[in-house]
């Protein structure tokens, strides 16, 4: 049984462990400044398949897979797998389930969708349904551009505020056992402050990670201090300062422990990368390769993951409607 | 603690009940063989809004808010709501949401979806996390053909084998009260046996949900003669058969006990949608229009639903993929 904090907010009973995990990047990525993080560093944007959509299954797979491997689970005995994407119909995470066979709940979260799926494979954990669940999400910078911006081919200018969105993918498998505790988590709120420009999420999405990040310290009776690190998923370099402006007017200050994973994947000046990188892989990838290692070796030992999504349709913007944003939250600590 | 039966089924332990439930249509399935069930039927199918878009997600607000007042739970009591449509990055979801202040699990699984919802808000119900939760989904003729098929305006004609996305929304609290139990459930697989007809979703759909019903049975030691009803979600006519068929290679046999809100919704001969209903939001209004409220009244005991999702793709079927398709399950009993 999880305790019920607040709204949204838990915190789990039994013990529920991530017991393994790994991250997956393109090249770009991998060139990064966290490019050593990664398992694996794939070259190919069509990692060998004929199209970007089945690159990124692939990506999903290979990081589903080494998870997998590290801890020797096998995929038969994953009981829930809680995975999504970009891509409309989430057909990045439908064809990479139809090759694993598993019992699949598909989610939309958009960038939301790593701390959304931990927080369901956790609470399915806790609840006593599964013994391993995993989750996992992936960006292709390929897919994405094609499907809310523009072809690749048309080789449009980037505005100064816009993020790369990141060829990734992370996972991990969450069961009794592991030295990364999942202690809690709160559920997200859509905000909606009216932005409507498709090239500033950041902007779009900082409000909602207000709104999470403030809830689940109120309701913990936590501060800022009481973590090493709260990161989020991908807001940017214009995303995270409006982060912490939002909660500095609420009285939290979080400037001394906030990261962001789009902030830091890439180097904007040598990658030409603008506000840096987005995506749901993005923050999966930086969970799974960066943070989660930093805590398996007690380098870190309390930090708050809250992954933001801009859940914005080309067609809504289009019907002059505004981005309606979400950020979803997990509590990690190192046992 | 939800107690597991196997791989992905479970049984619920916590009293998790169905407290009150609400369905919403458009005029032409008002005008079929269960208009009468409906809470409410609007005849404007842009429900006073400037778009189609708008018009489904005020189809969610509609049902979420009827089930609301029935059990006299405000949205403030909701302690999460698991929501999903077939619009890409389920719009029809993310703006009903942000209206709502609830916070919000967005789910993909196509026409599953409400069987995902019910699954998930339950084990959330289950663990302690949910005092009150909710689940609604919706679809609509005219978002839904212009997305996955043509523009209305264009006309085409239909094949014999297709549907007709049904305008509609469901809407379920659950709670630890109530009066219909939810006794437990399955999470579906993905099966795809290669149909690439996007006219032709029962027979992508109908192994999905022989593969979901038969673990269920399995893992609970029952036979189809121990529920008053198996309903499907939006097989139709086609599909229909083939699931009793798939399921009778097993030596199970559902041909008596076997309903699928798709084939119930509309006449086909007066109504011209050829194989019947389709849509989350078909399964969803007729489970909350008609089975749950002869559960309620005590004319059913004991039912299994197993919705059904195509997680089709316009551009994946382009590019030369099939249809993979999913069933959640979830079982209701009078108490």
Redo the contacts between chains.
């Keep these: 049984?999880?305790?019920?904090m607040a709204?949204?907010v838990?915190r789990t009973?039994?013990p529920v462990k991530i017991k393994s995990f790994a991250a997956v990047a393109g090249e770009k990525e991998g060139q990064g400044p966290l490019g050593e993080c990664f398992d694996e560093v794939i070259s190919d944007s069509h990692f060998g398949m004929?199209?970007w959509?089945?690159a990124e299954s692939r990506f999903q797979l290979e990081a589903v897979s080494l998870a997998l491997n590290k801890s020797g689970v096998h995929k038969?005995d994953i009981?829930?797998i809680c995975a999504?994407d970009l891509?409309?119909?989430?057909?990045g995470s439908?064809?990479s389930?139809?090759e694993l066979?598993?019992?699949?709940?598909?989610?939309?979260?958009?960038c939301s969708t790593m701390a959304?799926g931990l927080?369901?494979a956790s609470?399915?954990t806790?609840?006593?349904?599964?013994?391993n669940a995993a989750a996992v999400t992936s960006s292709h910078f390929s897919t994405a551009e094609r499907q809310f911006r523009f072809p690749l081919s048309y080789g449009g200018q980037r505005t100064p505020t816009a993020q790369w969105t990141c060829t990734a993918s992370g996972a991990a498998v969450i069961s009794r056992e592991g030295c990364i505790s999942v202690v809690g988590g709160?559920?997200?709120?859509?905000a909606?402050l009216k932005i409507s420009d498709i090239n500033n999420m950041g902007s779009a999405m900082a409000p909602a990670a207000a709104d999470t990040i403030q809830r689940y310290l109120a309701a913990t009776g936590t501060s800022p201090a009481d973590y090493d690190f709260i990161v989020t998923g991908d807001l940017g370099r214009v995303g995270s300062p409006l982060l912490t402006d939002l909660l500095l007017k609420q009285g939290i200050d979080i400037s001394a422990v906030h990261r962001d994973c789009g902030a830091m994947i890439f180097s904007p000046e040598q990658q030409d990368t603008n506000c840096g990188g987005s995506g749901c892989g993005c923050g999966a990838s930086v969970l799974c390769g960066h943070f989660l290692p930093m805590l398996e070796k007690g380098e870190l030992h309390d930090i708050l993951f809250a992954a933001t999504g801009a859940?914005?349709?080309?067609?809504?913007l289009q019907?002059g409607?505004s981005i309606?944003a979400?950020s979803h939250l997990i509590h990690l600590r190192k046992d």
């Design positions: 049984m999880a305790e019920r709204r949204g838990f009973e039994a004929d199209t959509e089945q038969e009981d829930v999504g891509l409309n119909q989430c057909i439908a064809y389930m139809r066979e598993v019992p699949f709940l598909g989610l939309y979260g958009a959304e927080l369901i609470l399915l806790d609840c006593g349904l599964a013994q709160c559920i997200g709120r859509i909606d859940l914005m349709s080309p067609m809504s019907q409607e309606p979400i």
